[in-house]
């Protein structure tokens, strides 16, 4: 019995979500046909590859050892099928994407339906999750990744630096006043980020030091792990919050929500595009890159240094 190319990427995708469910959600599959697809691959190689239980899928060691011999392979063998295509200067194929919700949402969503419609011929999927995901794992062609990078083994071209900028609403100021300087600002009501620690959400430069960034240590009353609830909560009155100008431009500008301490300046946040590392870069990862690396601009579109300067009254 032999093993099919299929059998194996449908393994693939059960060991990346874990569920016979998900993968025929993703793959447009009935759960029998993966189900099957898995149970053939087995018979094949000869080997159990997951134990079943009504409520769990296990992957087997040997099924662990599998997927990190071949996952690479796959990778490979796309590769080349792109590189082939690229020999008739066309843009094919599946191009996977992962990003941030907010950005996704507020930015990104135009910028790839431009490129979707310069590329008929290419399939595009996306996926917006704010927690991190595993490029190589998921599938993925290219992630775009905001902060400081932590998987040093991925390839990265950096799309621009966002600057950040402290605000709240109108009706806060009034009703609580505003910190004078970086010591008076932890006496003040905030809302953070569940996705990352607050020690490191709220860091300033340090122009003794450049360095070693200022921390400083807030007392969260509202958590959130999305930044536009976290601006909409800030727009609220529920506090301080401290947001990329991706995230607050249009508040700013509208005056929903105010700058707050402007001399201070937070750590920018980089945006990156990433992609698993490969001898070969695909021309549909390249020409998308390159695609938002143009209609981003550094400065980014969203950038409003004039809010930045302002006063609040």
């Given at each position: 019995m032999?093993?099919?190319f299929d059998d194996l990427l449908t393994f693939l995708d059960v060991m990346e979500t874990g569920?016979?469910?998900?993968?025929?959600?993703r793959l447009n599959l009935s759960k029998s046909v993966v189900s099957k697809r898995i149970t053939e691959l087995e018979g094949a190689l000869g080997i159990e590859l997951f134990q079943r239980s009504p409520r769990k899928l296990v992957a087997s060691g040997s099924a662990l050892d599998f997927v990190e011999r071949v996952r690479p392979l796959v990778r490979e063998l796309i590769d080349a099928a792109d590189r082939v295509g690229e020999r008739h200067s066309a843009i094919r194929g599946t191009l996977r994407i992962a990003a941030p919700m907010t950005f996704g949402t507020l930015y990104l969503g135009r910028m790839i339906a431009d490129f979707a419609r310069q590329y008929p011929e290419l399939e595009?999927?996306?996926?917006?999750?704010?927690?991190?995901?595993?490029?190589?794992?998921g599938g993925f062609d290219v992630g775009i990744r905001i902060g400081i990078l932590k998987d040093s083994s991925l390839i990265a071209r950096k799309l621009c630096t966002d600057s950040r900028v402290i605000c709240c609403s109108p009706d806060f100021a009034a009703a609580n006043g505003l910190p004078k300087s970086l010591d008076d600002l932890g006496n003040f009501a905030c809302i953070?980020?569940?996705n990352v620690n607050t020690s490191q959400l709220w860091q300033f430069e340090n122009p003794g030091q450049p360095s070693d960034p200022i921390s400083v240590a807030m007392h969260g009353r509202i958590v959130a792990n999305n930044g536009e609830a976290m601006r909409d909560m800030a727009i609220?009155?529920?506090g301080l919050v401290l947001l990329p100008m991706f995230i607050a431009a249009e508040a700013l500008r509208a005056?929903?929500?105010?700058?707050?301490?402007p001399q201070a300046k937070p750590l920018p946040y980089r945006i990156h595009a990433v992609y698993p590392p490969t001898r070969h870069v695909s021309a549909k990862v390249r020409a998308f890159v390159d695609h938002l690396v143009r209609h981003i601009g550094d400065p980014p579109i969203w950038q409003m240094t004039d809010v930045l300067r302002q006063e609040p009254a």
């Open positions: 032999k093993w099919r569920s016979i469910t998900a993968t025929a959600a595009v999927a996306v996926e917006f999750d704010d927690r991190m995901v595993d490029l190589g794992r953070d980020y569940s609220a009155g529920l005056g929903t929500l105010i700058p707050v301490l």
